[in-house]
């Protein structure tokens, strides 16, 4: 099955970026892949975009993720260190390119063979969830843990490949005690705590 969800979690600043897939084809699944992607700003004289791009080979599968998005909003975000101003993207576009020549399984039983394929990818900020990781959290990894907890909160169970480990849980019992369960509503399931 594929993936119809995302949670982008990336630095302000930029830098390595950990998604986390989701879908709820058969059920609810996650998978975290850590620091697959990069986040970024690209730049000239006439704008400003923040830029999430990922390239995923498994085997003979090879897919490519660009989003970009015009910094379009100034968001206060209080971490350890106080509070600072960031431009962000309230919205990203972009697409997934995808192809597999399936060598290493043959035809399929009706007869097919090979895959290719893309989608239009569109992320949103979820301004909730980008606040509370920042204030709550001092690591990537531990904030990647407070969505992974949010997701198994809400029946989502990882699928084959995930990365999340017992130590991220502990962090996030140690950093978080308590979830407002509001910030994590059953109509925005899937869509990204910085960018999707």
């Known amino acids: ?38 986040f970024f700003v690209a730049a000239n004289a006439q704008a400003r975009k923040a830029v999430f791009s990922a390239a995923a080979l498994t085997g003979t599968s090879q897919a490519f993720y660009s989003a970009s998005g015009i910094l379009n909003r100034s968001l206060l975000l209080k971490g350890p260190s106080g ?17 597999d020549d399936e060598s290493e399984r043959g035809p399929a039983p009706d007869g097919s063979y090979g895959v290719v394929g893309n989608a239009l990818i569109t992320g949103l900020l979820r301004e909730d969830l980008t606040a509370n990781a920042t204030a ?38 140690e950093e978080l005690s308590v979830i ?10 899937g869509q990204a705590p910085a960018n999707d």
């Open 136 to 173: 709550g959290f001092s690591t990537q990894s531990g904030v990647t843990s407070y969505i992974v907890e949010l997701l198994e909160k809400y029946g989502y169970t990882p699928d084959s490949g995930t990365l999340t480990t017992q130590e991220q849980t502990l962090t996030v019992e």
């Open 180 to 189: 407002d369960a509001s910030l994590f509503p059953a109509e925005t399931q």
């Open 1 to 38: 099955s594929f993936y119809s969800g995302a949670y982008v979690i990336a630095p302000a600043q930029g830098g390595a970026a950990t998604i986390i897939l989701t879908t709820e084809e058969a059920g609810r699944f996650y998978a975290v892949a850590e620091e697959s992607g990069k």
């Open 83 to 99: 509070a600072r101003s960031w431009r962000v993207a309230e919205q990203i576009t972009g697409r997934l390119m995808a192809s």
